[in-house]
């Protein structure tokens, strides 16, 4: 087993270990491939703490010098492989904490279909107030688009209204139902765009026991009793747990909608990314009570901020419009007109299907870093992995990563009923290609290999 010699040349502990290891890689002592100890029996060894190991090693990982497997241990690094992309030598994290696509799919063709919108007769259109509404071409298109991959056979154009993103469209649904005070309903963890809204409204959010379908029928039962009016689900590929409600489930959750009087504002966003797995959304199973919110900043690319809100009735629908001409007049044009291009010339569906290619890469590159250690989501494309674990031990993780030079979503955010569930939510789309990927979760693995530790051998 590697014991290093502890040189004095670095002020602290962990900068002499971390010396030592650099040290012993360069000169050959430590080949590519070499297993290190386990952390707590290195540890014991020199007679250090193992947060002091926790963090070297995951400093390591950070400049390329090892690799780590929860479970099978931290190795040396092959350094003759390209690390540019894995380590960043300005100090720069890497981002595994906002929930966004792959971004090269939509960059390729930004400059084409740019050119292409600038020969339109109607470009001029884009710098005139758009109807409260939305553009009606805009509003067709995107209502054959969610039919086609959100599954909802009803999406009327003439019951929609264009936001800008789907978080405004969740305002504008809560704005609608809601006056300061109420209760909404929703998953025990959840987006934190909910907690947002809630804050800023004087909502009080109530949160929902899951199991391995989300919500289940038994919470709501008796959290509806208590007098709540609306319900904020995400039933396909939830946001953080990525689980997804089967046919029986959401029939049963639009029973109990029905029984109870509820709303619900049903957020779809990642229907994308479970087309042709995923049934129908609630809004098929209660379309008299659904409010639908889709949009394109995780299919397609976020700057777009476009949104897409499906009105039951005409009444909620007059609602929003209202809010819509107080908050913003219009909503703006030039996002909606890059989609609906996309969506009439075959170029949105394209951008989908090579996100969804690359996200089930980076997810069996999950698989093999992290083993076990995640909950696999129903769908290999879904965009985010939920790691269950305590929360103090969820927190523990956050803060080993960002010393590690990886940036995860805060344990706490998506949290209503922290006694129901924790854990830590991994975003695979930001890191800039599978390398830099595969680097920052062996660098997480490091810090998760911390709580695993290896039997060690008895020590008389």
Known sequence: MWIPTLDEGHPTVSGRLLGALRRDIENGTLPPGTRLPPHRELAHRLGIGIGTVTAVYGEAARQGLLSATVGRGS??????????SVYDPEGGAIDLAQNLPPSAPAQRRS????????????????????????????????????????????????????????????LYALGALCRPGDTVLTESATYFGIRSIAQTCDLKLVGLDMDEQGIMPEALERAAQSGARVLYTMPTLQNPTGRTMGDARRRDIAALARKHGLSIVEDDLYSAFAAGFAPPPLAGYAPERTLYINGTSKALAPGLRTGYLILPDADLLDRVLRQVRAHVYAPCAIGPTIACQWMEDGSADDIMAEIGEELAARGDIARQVLGDAFVPPDDRRCPHL???????????????AMRAGVKL???????????LISGVRLCLGPASDRAQLRGALERLACGLDADHPEPAAAVV
Do not use: C, N
């Open 111 to 170: 400059a084409a279909t740019l050119a292409k919108l600038s020969r339109r007769a109607d470009t001029g259109l884009l710098l005139d107030y758009a109807p409260p509404a939305g553009h009606e071409r805009h509003r067709q298109a995107a209502a054959a688009w969610i039919r086609r991959i959100g599954g909802l056979g009803d999406a009327r154009a003439d019951r929609m209204v264009i936001t800008d993103g789907a978080q405004q469209a969740m």
């Open 409 to 419: 979503t805060p344990p706490s955010a998506p949290l209503i009923e922290p006694q």
């Open 75 to 84: 190795f040396v690094a092959d350094r003759s492989a390209p690390m540019s």
């Open 386 to 400: 939920w790691l269950p674990l305590p929360e103090l031990d969820a927190e523990r993780l956050a803060a080993r």
